[in-house]
């Protein structure tokens, strides 16, 4: 059966009508800043949808799921949504639900990332896995037994909030050392020009973009290469860490920080059979998501509603 | 039913026969170091279980939990069990079950105590739960929705190899920095030494002990004070790291570390609090286990029997 993957950012909101196999027949796009209403960007939403399954001769959906930011799974609502202009908290699944006679289900964006590459991507085969979501912060969804773990609070797997460093960087979350303060596209800037700093080079680039540090990393600055090979071994450390706490089968990796080459992912490997419990027998492989760059975070908010939990 | 629980450790076996209630009603003794085979060690085990269950007339039981230095809850086995004289893996469950016709099931000590907590103790009450053993070591149970958390190699829960601290203190283990290395009976030995060199006192003393470190505390003495302060702040920020994986409802510790009165868990608590990450907004209590100290080994050996997994 059809299903919807709803994706709503601080700026734009993505709505993609999904097939069972997991391609997106058509996006429609509503502009989240411009709505002050919670119920006028339900209602606009709700009415893409029609539009959708309309155009499309669809007649029903196995559901609709939502990927947001600090999405809640357990109480379908999008809770201290930041950048969203909506007030505190909106109890997203209800209103939909009240709206059309489909099942919602709600998440955060890793975990959605989660449930996409367990549905349609490449941890189908996969019971244990790891998604880590690397862009601006690190996201995390982890997976026991096919299902997303959410703990007693509902809000389990934030691994980009674990202390890698005690003292260290100082985070937005108000811990220090996160691993997202290193392990993040912000934080391999920031070593970047930590590294700059020390080495006296680089200072006049001012605010250097991760692409630029990517692009000197290919041509062998030395500089740049430190960067990633200090990053790698902080994430090596954060995930043979993770590998204690629940033995994974794989783990699986996505977002900005992921998707220059092999500067981050070799040096990645080798740390990580450096850093692994002596226990752990098995291969555990570090892919990059399977999912179609475009859609991940569609496909990832339909799988939500697919998935059982 | 009754159950039988034994605790398989380098120098002594004990074979308890326990009431549903969770009452020890009689311990036989078997010193492990006296055999050399294993086929022999098994034969005495199981004739101490018949001699226990004729003395008290029960003609049968709900099953027989095996708590060993590495013991493995899928493979049945005690594996790479060092200081026990019978080679590297020994079927437990295979060799028990050959003899007597009940189900056997084998686990490690610390998911051990977690499983006696869940079942006789103070977790009764509770779905989501991580247990942490502090003695010469640091060992964990993990258990969420009522299930110990194993994994894809059936090894999972490992928090005393975590590292808490990169390229910090040798472990044995061949990882850096791992947990405990600092939050074990080990660790603040030697964090006691260490400071003490640092403010050049208390060398007369060579190795002192926990007990005494924890009199010294007790005592007001700024050396073990500080101790105690850093350990505390270690094993916090591990706990809310620990929160950020699996959002557990409560802490469980027990082993000869946390034995000391409240000079550990107070500063405990206190650290708790101030590292846990923000989205985290209910009570999450650390406690001492519940079970009677003489028979935490025997109970949660048998535990392992009584819960589905």
Redesign the interface.
Known sequence: MYTIGIDIGGTNTDIGLITPEGKCLETKNLKTSNYTCAELFIDDIASAILQLMDHYEVSELQGIGVGAPCGNFYEGTMSSAFNLPFGTEVPIKAMLEARLPYKVAVDNDANAAAYGEMTYGGAKQY??FIMLTIGTGLGSG?V?DRKL???????????G??????SGRQCS???EGCLETYVSIRGIRMTFAEIAERENKHQDKGEISLREISNLANDGDPIALETYDYTA??LA?AM???Q??????AFFLMGGAVECGDILLEPLKKYFEK?K??????E?PILKSFLPKNNVALLGAAAISVCEN
Do not use: D, Q
């Open positions: 019971s244990n982890i026991i773990l959410y703990g007693y609070e509902g809000v389990a797997g934030e691994l909030h674990t202390t890698i460093i005690p979350c108000g811990r071994n902080m450390i043979a860490n993770a204690c706490f629940s033995s994974p089968e850093h419990l002596f226990i752990f027998k098995k555990v």
